[in-house]
């Protein structure tokens, strides 16, 4: 017989700034190593040094996108909460109108386009 399946943890919210930070100087540290082998270093690994420069330029736009993010999701949730969605995603439709009008994505009587948080 089967054991009913245990709920699943709550999620961890972390700080996102210090493995990006870790990250970003990581990469900065090998391609200081690399400029600093200089000529030593062979014709054909030279293409190391984009790829430092690529994960230094992807850390440096996580690090100043993540708070972006963040805070999107934040607005959307408190959105959701507004309209008395369940489950925060949008997908549910529990935004009906209180007055028994039919309401558009910006709360007037056009209902032809979606909210901004729902799939079309």
Known sequence: MRQPRRP???????DYRVPTALGTLAWLAALLVLLALGD???EED????????TGIALGVFGYLYIPRLLRKRAEAEERNAEYGTAGGDGASGGDA?????ER???????????RPDQDP
Request: hydrophobic share 35%; aromatic share 6%.
């Open 104 to 114: 558009g994505a910006d709360g007037a009587g056009d209902t032809t386009a979606p």
């Open 40 to 42: 030593r270093l062979a």
């Open 97 to 101: 109108p209180e007055d028994g009008e």
């Open 8 to 14: 699943d943890p709550e999620v961890l919210e972390g």
């Open 46 to 53: 030279r293409w190391w040094i984009g790829v430092c420069l």
